[in-house]
Antibody
Framework: RLQLQESGPGLVKPSETLSLICAVS??????????WGWIRQSPGMGLEWIGS???????YFNPSLKSRVTISVDTSKNHLALKMTSMTAADRALYYC??????????????????WGQGTLVTVSS | DLTQPSSVSVSPGQTATITCYAD??????VCWYQQRPGQSPRLIIY???KRPSGIPERFSGSNSGNTATLTISGAQAMDEADYYC?????????FGGGTKVTVL
C-alpha cells in the first residue's frame, strides 16, 4: 500500500533554508513508472506547484520559485527531499508530496498526481 | 492562468457544474481534484474525462475550446468540498484557484 509521509521542522526563521523529506513506502522512488512532486497550500488558499522529479533525472520547477528550490532523492532511503532557501512569512503553508504515473512515451505522463501525502505544516517566524 | 468560479451551490440530488477557463485549454489534458476540509487533495478526473478507480460515476469531465468542465450529477452532501483543476504543459504544472462547492 502506497504511503507518502512528509516531515520537517515545522518552524523556520525568516531568511533560513527549509528542508523537508517525503518518505515513500509501497513504491520505489527509483522506478521509471512514477514521477514525484512537491505542492504547497497556504492556509485557506489554493494549491501551488513547487516542482517535480522523475528518476530519469529530469526535474521541472515553478518558474516563480525555481531560484530558491532544490529537489533531490535518496534512493537508499526511498525518500524525496525539498530545500527552499530565503524563507519568508509568505512561504507559510502546508507542504505536500505527491506521486504521478509516467506514460510509456513520456516521463511525466499527463502531469496529474494520483496520490498525495497528508502534508506537513511549515511556519516562518523569528 | 486557470480561472475557476470561487463558489458553486447545488441542492442535493441536483447537478453541479464547475468550469476551468484558459485560452486554448483543450490543447492540454485537464485533471480535477477534490479536497474535503482537513484532507489532502484527491484526484477525481484525469486526462479530461477519465475517472480513477473508486471515484463515483456521478463525477464526469469534459474539455473543449477554452473551457474544461467538471460535472457532479446527483450531488450528495459528501461532495461538499473544494475542487481544483490542473494542467500540465510538458514543463509546468498549473492549478486553478479552486471552487468551493456547497451542497444545500
Amino acid at each position: 500500500r502506497l504511503q507518502l509521509q512528509e516531515s520537517g521542522p515545522g518552524l523556520v526563521k525568516p531568511s533560513e533554508t527549509l528542508s523537508l523529506i517525503c518518505a515513500v513506502s509501497g513504491a520505489s522512488i527509483s522506478s521509471s513508472d512514477f514521477y514525484w512532486g512537491w505542492i504547497r497550500q497556504s492556509p485557506g488558499m489554493g494549491l501551488e506547484w513547487i516542482g517535480s522529479f522523475h528518476s530519469s533525472g529530469i526535474l521541472y520547477f515553478n518558474p516563480s520559485l525555481k531560484s530558491r528550490v532544490t529537489i533531490s532523492v535518496d534512493t537508499s532511503k526511498n525518500h524525496l527531499a525539498l530545500k527552499m532557501t530565503s524563507m519568508t512569512a509568505a512561504d507559510r503553508a502546508l507542504y505536500y508530496c505527491a506521486r504521478g504515473l509516467s506514460a510509456s512515451s513520456d516521463y511525466y505522463g499527463d502531469g496529474s498526481f494520483d496520490f498525495w501525502g497528508q502534508g506537513t505544516l511549515v511556519t516562518v517566524s523569528s | 492562468d486557470l480561472t475557476q468560479p470561487s463558489s458553486v451551490s447545488v441542492s442535493p440530488g441536483q447537478t453541479a457544474t464547475i468550469t476551468c477557463y484558459a485560452d486554448n485549454l483543450s490543447y492540454q489534458f485537464v485533471c480535477w481534484y477534490q479536497q474535503r476540509p482537513g484532507q489532502s487533495p484527491r484526484l477525481i478526473i484525469y486526462q479530461d474525462n477519465k475517472r480513477p478507480s473508486g471515484i463515483p460515476e456521478r463525477f464526469s469531465g469534459s474539455n473543449s475550446g477554452n473551457t474544461a468542465t467538471l460535472t457532479i450529477s446527483g450531488a450528495q452532501a459528501m461532495d461538499e468540498a473544494d475542487y481544483y483543476c490542473q494542467t500540465w504543459d510538458t514543463t509546468t504544472v498549473l492549478f486553478g484557484g479552486g471552487t468551493k462547492v456547497t451542497v444545500l
